[in-house]
């Protein structure tokens, strides 16, 4: 009498506690957050993605896509998926599938790279489109010796804003394409406004130079990405929709002035549209995968936005649980952890020793090497 039948040994960590997002009832806290891996044929989404993303799935966990382009002119890389013509939607179906095969969780990040382009990825040869007629310098890349180059690109007429955005809300509904209560379509969407690509062009002040609407104060400068919410809430419900912002992150220079005053503007706004979550990559990852100290945070973000929040960048177990703990966040993301840890969680739960990722292989085209080839705890046991 009095004693407690059954306590456990110890806590559970706070990562692996149950958390309800809107009406995804997740189990853990832990979100396998969206990683280009190249391997989409002519951008199309090939079988080998159902065999890497269901790999990775877990009963009530979430995992978001790799970024996939929303028209032609929205590619900038060569074989990243595409989630504008039928036959990709197609494509996606079985993927989608096999993740709720396990019970998991699935969002389509969809993605418009903007000026991070050249001819050679535009219809007819024409020039990518941007915030600015600025070129992107070259940049050194994963796994490449030569830094990639970029075409210069044309600016954005104001009327022609209406119709990038309109390209987001039909790749949404193509994520939604089987209808909300089917097993093949997406969960939802998350829309990629990180890493100095399309949203970010507008929003960053090093490099959105325009004198319009979209152009200037803060406003103005978050007005284009704000449309593009509201346009995909409106057409699949917001209660599918998430963001993802770098407001401190400096790649493809697409660095601002003040990312604190810009990530809370976006935060608070946000709000207006009862968006289901906000995926804010931390202050330290200036650079994608590079960590730098610092002394910023995201707690401003993360007190100003009022649905559940999602970080990233540089979180191993200790740390992400202590941020759980410290409710600075909801969900923590782990990306090269995932990326290199099929059974992560499992992994996590037994305090079993981590795979290290292999940066050579992030994009290579094979469909297993370096992709669906990361061992088990079985396998290495
Ligand atoms: C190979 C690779 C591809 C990535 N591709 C994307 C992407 O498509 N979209 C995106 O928003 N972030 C992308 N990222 C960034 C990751 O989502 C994540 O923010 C980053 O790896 C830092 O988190 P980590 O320290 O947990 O790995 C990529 C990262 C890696 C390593």
Redesign the pocket.
């Known amino acids: 009498m009095g004693e407690i039948l059954d306590a456990p040994h110890q806590q559970t960590m706070p990562l692996l506690t149950p958390y309800k997002m809107g009406k995804f009832n997740l189990s853990h806290r832990l979100v396998m957050?969206?990683?280009?891996?190249r391997r989409s044929w002519n951008n199309i989404p090939q079988p080998h993605a159902a065999v890497y993303y269901s790999q990775r799935a877990t009963n009530g966990g979430l995992i978001i896509t790799?970024?996939t382009v929303i028209s032609e002119a929205a590619r900038g890389y060569q074989d990243t998926p595409g989630i504008w013509s039928k036959e990709q939607v197609e494509a996606w179906k079985p993927i989608v599938d096999a993740v709720h095969a396990k019970a998991g969780f699935i969002f389509c990040?969809i993605w418009h790279v903007g000026r991070a382009s050249t001819f050679e990825y535009q219809p007819n040869g024409q020039a990518p489109i941007s915030s600015t007629s600025n070129v992107l310098k070259p940049q050194l890349q994963a796994n490449a010796e030569e830094p990639a180059k970029f075409s210069p690109p044309r600016r954005l007429r104001t009327h022609e804003i209406t119709l990038v955005v309109n390209q987001y809300r039909l790749a949404a509904r193509n994520a939604m394409e089987a209808g909300k209560y089917f097993i093949s379509s997406f969960d939802g969407v998350e829309i990629?406004g990180?890493?100095g690509y399309l949203l970010d062009q507008f929003m960053k002040d090093h490099i959105n130079d325009r004198t319009d609407q979209y152009g200037g104060s803060l406003e103005n400068r978050c007005r284009f990405a704000l449309e593009v919410v509201e346009a995909v809430a409106n057409e699949i419900g917001a209660d599918r929709v998430g963001i993802?912002l770098s407001p401190y992150a400096d790649y493809l220079d697409s660095g601002d002035s003040d990312p604190t005053a810009l990530g809370v503007y976006m935060a608070e706004s946000l709000n207006k549209y009862g968006i289901l979550y906000c995926h804010m990559?931390e202050p330290r990852?200036k650079l994608?995968?590079e960590s730098f100290e610092t002394t910023e945070s995201l707690l401003p973000m993360r007190k100003a936005f009022k649905g559940t929040f999602i970080v990233?960048?540089?979180?191993d177990k200790e740390d992400g649980n202590k941020a759980v703990a410290e409710n600075r966040t909801d969900l923590v993301?782990?990306?090269?952890?995932f990326?290199s840890n099929p059974d992560l969680l499992k992994r996590f739960e037994l305090n079993a020793p981590l795979t290290k990722h292999n940066r050579n292989t992030?994009y290579l085209p094979d469909p297993v090497a370096g992709y669906t080839d990361y061992p088990f705890l079985e396998d290495t046991a």
């Open positions: 957050p969206p990683m280009t891996r790799e970024a990040q990629h990180a890493h993802r990559v990852m994608v995968e990233a960048g540089g979180y993301a782990f990306g090269r952890l990326l992030y």
